[in-house]
């Protein structure tokens, strides 16, 4: 008896300082466990072998590439085409409370966008579209990344495209008004830096970064800037640690893209997004050319698409922009 009273005590002294040690703010935690699947779930999954894909032969393998002017911006994290300055590249980056930077195709520093009153977490992908105002367009920041699965939101910042007349270094663009589009996943807090916005339906999509998979969350237009939006799953998809994508000005193209490959979609008209991605896309040229690729986007005009790069962990190297020339 004295023996089974010693082990319960001993048992009840071991359980109070596991709890202590699982629950002290100082202590090591462990990751979140991803929630099993949902055997109601109906989210549509890709059937294509991403290892036997096609390479599309519509633009050119080898990129024209362009040193940044300037360097200290070490952390580039997506590019996006400016649909109302012709010429005009969004980059942003990958660092709390990062301004939109302005640069163009020849790298050039044309100063930067401020969103007063922002306060970013980390900010991962940005991309130009549509929103509420016909014949407008906007910037969308995309403050969705979370390495270690901590957040119960995420974020996407949108506001108006600002008219830049002759910017330069010294330019510096002051959004006061920047609509917060907050957004909640189902039942677990991902990391992700790929957001698309269909210019089609207006409707906001961020993609998963995951190891060999990929989960497509929907924000249907009109996305509320008062509530938390709860995103819907769309699309499965097998696509490895996703960096960056985007959708063309038209809608009619969709690229995706990790650190060492990107990927191409044609969508014809009628399809949904994820109906089009649904469908096995085409390897779209990278010439490997970047220590850790994270942007990719569409020129405005079509006539190719843009990669960037972060550089901040590799001494010596230099950031620059390649951009593969669609074939005449």
Not at 48 to 71: H, K
Not at 86 to 103: E, R
Request: glycine fraction near 6%; aromatic fraction near 10%.
């Amino acid at each position: 008896m004295k023996h089974l009273i010693l082990s319960a005590f001993a048992y009840c002294f071991l359980c109070v300082a596991c709890s202590k040690s699982n629950n002290d703010s100082g202590g090591t935690t462990n990751p979140p466990v991803e929630p099993p699947a949902n055997p109601a779930d109906t989210t549509p999954s890709t059937k294509y072998d991403i290892t036997q894909l096609a390479a599309t032969t519509i633009f050119e393998t080898s990129p024209v590439l362009t040193v940044m002017q300037r360097q200290d911006y070490n952390e580039l994290s997506g590019v996006a085409a400016s649909v109302l300055n012709s010429g005009i590249l969004y980059m942003h980056n990958d660092a709390k409370n990062s301004p939109v930077v302005i640069t163009n195709a020849k790298g050039e520093d044309l100063g930067k966008i401020v969103l007063e009153g922002v306060s970013t977490t980390n900010p991962e992908d940005i991309s130009v579209g549509p929103g509420p105002e016909s014949g407008k367009t906007y910037i969308y920041l995309a403050d969705i990344g979370d390495n270690k699965h901590t957040r119960t939101t995420v974020a996407v910042y949108r506001f108006e495209e600002p008219v830049l007349s002759n910017p330069n270094a010294q330019t510096e663009i002051h959004i006061s008004n920047a609509a917060k589009i907050t957004l909640k996943y189902p039942s677990y807090a991902y990391n992700a830096e790929t957001l698309l916005i269909d210019p089609v339906t207006k409707d906001l999509f961020i993609a998963t970064k995951e190891t060999a998979k990929s989960t497509l969350y929907k924000a249907a237009y009109p996305q509320s800037t008062s509530a938390t939006i709860d995103l819907v799953s769309v699309l499965y998809m097998p696509f490895d640690l996703l960096t960056s994508g985007d959708v063309s000005v038209d809608g009619s193209a969709i690229l995706l893209r990790n650190k060492s490959q990107i990927w191409y979609w044609k969508r014809s008209a009628g399809q949904s997004l994820a109906q089009a991605l649904l469908i096995a896309p085409e390897m779209a040229p990278y010439a490997g050319n970047e220590y850790q690729g994270e942007g990719v986007g569409f020129a405005a005009d079509g006539s190719g698409y843009y990669t960037n790069t972060e550089i901040r962990d590799y001494p010596g190297a230099v950031s620059n922009i390649s951009f593969y020339k669609r074939k005449k």
